[in-house]
Nanobody, 119 residues
């Protein structure tokens, strides 16, 4: 069973930066897509950024130009660099990995890490 472990969350002032890490228990090359989602209290869980096995990236409009997703296959880790953080970025951030064994979608989730942006 694949495990994803997030780290790097915390509290920061508006305009600050954080780097989130998602370490996988196995090779991340086996995943078709990995990404970061976030969920604020009372809201649904929304995708923030994603990266495919060919390193193609995609971002939510609200974070374009501020967040960068990347991956290090050797370290089995996906990163989310967050710059110019805003109070509306406050949420629990979850790492997600998707594979398609036998053509069926399978999602894996981390436990989440809290990001709080406040002055």
């Amino acid at each position: 069973q694949v495990q994803l472990v997030e780290s790097g969350g915390g509290s920061v002032q508006p305009g600050g930066s954080l780097r989130l890490s998602c370490a996988a228990s196995g090779s991340i090359s086996s995943f078709n897509v990995m990404g970061w989602y976030r969920q604020a209290p009372g809201n649904q869980r929304d995708v923030v950024a994603s990266i495919t096995s060919s390193s193609s990236t995609n971002y939510a409009d609200s974070v374009k130009g501020r967040f960068t997703i990347s991956r290090d296959v050797a370290k089995k880790t996906v990163y989310l660099d967050m710059n110019n953080l805003k109070p509306e970025d406050t949420a629990v951030y979850y790492c997600n990995a998707v594979s398609f064994p036998l053509g069926l979608r399978r999602d894996y989730w981390g436990q989440g890490t809290q990001v709080t942006v406040s002055s």
